[in-house]
C-alpha cells in the first residue's frame, strides 16, 4: 500500500489523518528514511545555507542602513531578514564564548570610580569581610572574572534600558514600545558587531592593543554610535535634519548614562551571586 495513503494516529494531538501530516496540528509523521545518516547530513546542510545566507545579509543591512531591520519588523515585512533578538542571541553567543573587547563590562576598579563609587566602595567592603577577603586586589581578580560572564549574559538588560528614553525622545512618531525596543535591540547587535567584534579583530591584527585606552574607547563609541542614531533616526522614526541631529546628540549622553545604568545593575548583581 501507497506510505501517503495508510491512515496515522497523530503523535501530538492523536488526530486520525491520512498522509504524512497531520491535519490538524501539522505534526510530520517520522519515518525510517528520515533517522537516516543521510537525512541529518542534508538538514545541517540546509539549517547552515539558509541561516547564513540571512545572518550576513541582516548584519550588511544593520552596517550599511541602521534602522532599516527594525523598521522592517515594525512594518510586518520579516521574511528576508533575521529578527533584531535572533542576531543579538548569535553575537552574543560569540561575545560570550570569545575574548573580545569589554564593551559592556567593567573592572572593580572602574565601578568603584563609577557615580555610584561611594556606594560601591562600602559594600565592596561588606562582602570582602563576610568572604574572608583581606586584600583589595586578591578581591578584585575574583569579582572580575565573575562579572566578565555575567556582563555578556545581562547585555539585553542595556536594551530594555535604552528603549525607554527612545520611547520618550521619539513619543510624536508612529511607533510603538516594541518598536522602541526593536531599535535599542539593533543598536546593542550593532555595538556587539562593530564596537566588540570588529574592533577586537582590527586589534589583533594590527597590534594595535597598547593604543586602545579608555580615551580611545569612548571616542571610538561615541562615533559609532552616533553614526548609528543619525542613520536609524532618519529611516527608522523619519526624522528631519534638524531635530535629528539634536535627538542624536542628546541620545549620546543618554547612552553614556544608560550604559553607567546598566553597569551599575551589573555590579550589585555580581556582588550578590559571589
Known sequence: MNPSLQKHICKNCGNEFVGFYCNQCGEKVILPEDRSFRTFLNSILLAVTLADSRFIKTIWLMIKRPGELSKEFAEGRRIKYLRPLSVFFVLNLVYFLFPVIQLFNASLRTQINSFHGSLAVQTVATKMTKLGYHDVASFGIVYDQKTAGLAKMLVIVFAVIVSLPLNLIYRSGNRYF?????????????????NALFLTLIVNVFGLGKQLDETVLTAIFITTNFYFLIRS????????????????VVMIAILKISLEIYRAILFYVTINVM
Open 233 to 248: 533616526g532618519r529611516i527608522f522614526y523619519n526624522e528631519k535634519i534638524i531635530s535629528l541631529i539634536i535627538k542624536s
Open 178 to 194: 516594541t518598536d522602541h525596543v526593536g531599535l535599542s535591540v539593533e543598536l546593542v547587535c550593532f555595538n556587539l558587531l562593530i
